[in-house]
């Protein structure tokens, strides 16, 4: 075979829509986010603990979104409506929600393959705490 084609299988069941995790080369790592229209993701933020979180980087391939972002040491928030085609870099400490404002395709684009979950922090008055 010339080519190596793979079936790519969501990372773990979400009501929101599918994540989908594709390893570009050892170190690199591509996470396909697909959320239906209505609904939130994120709610969280990152301390820069990871390389790959410091700024984590987003690309909007289709559809429009909310972002809510609040930097958790200035206090200083800001929101922006974005369509496609839209490159998004959330800082470290950048609390950061996504708002499906349509169904929507977004591209994580990590230089590293690490573990983020020791870098992403969830303040306690978000929903994520609330379920």
């Known amino acids: 075979m010339l080519i190596r084609v793979r079936q790519i299988k969501p ?4 009501d929101r829509g599918p994540a989908l995790g594709i390893e570009i080369h050892s170190s690199e790592y591509l996470v396909v986010l697909r959320r239906k229209k209505g609904t939130v993701s994120g709610l969280h933020y990152h301390k820069g603990l990871c390389s790959s979180k410091n700024p984590e980087v ?3 391939v289709s559809g429009t979104a909310r972002i809510v972002a609040h930097d958790m040491r200035s206090g200083i928030s800001e929101e922006h409506t974005l369509g496609e085609d839209t490159l998004i870099e959330i800082p470290a400490w950048v609390y950061h929600e996504v708002h499906a404002l349509t169904d929507i395709v977004l591209l994580e684009l990590n230089r590293y393959k690490e573990d983020f979950r020791k ?3 969830y303040p306690e008055n978000t929903t994520k705490n609330k379920e």
Request: proline content about 10%.
């Open 58 to 60: 987003f690309y909007l």
């Open 11 to 14: 990372l773990r069941p979400d």
């Open 119 to 121: 870098d992403t922090f």
